[in-house]
């Protein structure tokens, strides 16, 4: 069996559940492009690559200018510029996913975060640093943005079919089924360490 896993995915301080609907749009069509678009195999020269420009977005993502490496011929790109490459190909396919489910939501939300290359500032880090810097408080807009999504769960039935008492259950179960794994386990950390990275070998 083989599946993908997302990562490198912040939760989105301004939802209370963490993501919005644009991001999910916008998730569903990446996830989709990369399905669809072909991708030779990666070697560890390229792997180092990406992990470079893995790290440079991580510590540098809002410095204006910023280049990336383009794979490992030596082409670099901008942050924007390669941005707006990969947008240039998202959008066929949101027209397409689009008319397949009668809306236009894949559509916009290609236009509203494509703008982000133009304007950082409407970025979720942008959003939360101009928060910041009018509070002057890293605290103060932590504490708001706590209890607005506090009160927003206070006053709907979101997690209405939810209890006290069905956490403290799933809790309880979850120590049981606990036991059970590690009372059937009789390999050592060795071991699994040895099979979990079997596959670097062959």
Not at 12 to 25: A, E, F, H, R, W
Not at 67 to 75: F, N
């Amino acid at each position: 069996m083989e599946y993908i896993e997302v990562r490198s995915l912040d939760v989105n301080p301004y939802s209370p559940i963490g993501i919005d609907s644009k991001q999910v749009y916008f998730l569903d069509l990446l996830m989709t492009w990369c399905l669809l678009t072909p991708s030779d195999p990666m070697d560890e020269a390229e792997l180092n690559c990406w992990r470079d420009n893995w790290q440079k977005i991580v510590i540098e993502g809002r410095k204006p200018g910023l280049t990336l490496k383009i794979g490992c011929a030596g082409e670099r790109l901008t942050q924007a510029d390669w941005g707006k490459r990969v947008f240039a190909e998202l959008r066929p396919l949101a027209v397409l996913m689009d008319k397949a489910n009668d809306t236009d939501c894949y559509q916009q939300t290609c236009d509203e975060l494509e703008s982000w290359f133009e304007y950082p500032e409407k970025t979720l880090s942008g959003q939360m640093l101009r928060d910041i810097l009018k509070k002057e408080c890293v605290n103060g807009v932590s504490m708001e943005l706590a209890e607005s999504h506090l009160q927003f769960f206070n006053n709907s039935d979101y997690l209405g079919h939810f209890s006290t008492d069905v956490f403290d259950k799933e809790a309880a179960d979850s120590l049981v089924r606990q036991k059970a794994i590690e009372e059937a386990d009789n390999v050592s950390f060795e071991q699994y360490l040895a099979d979990y990275f079997g596959y670097t070998k062959n």
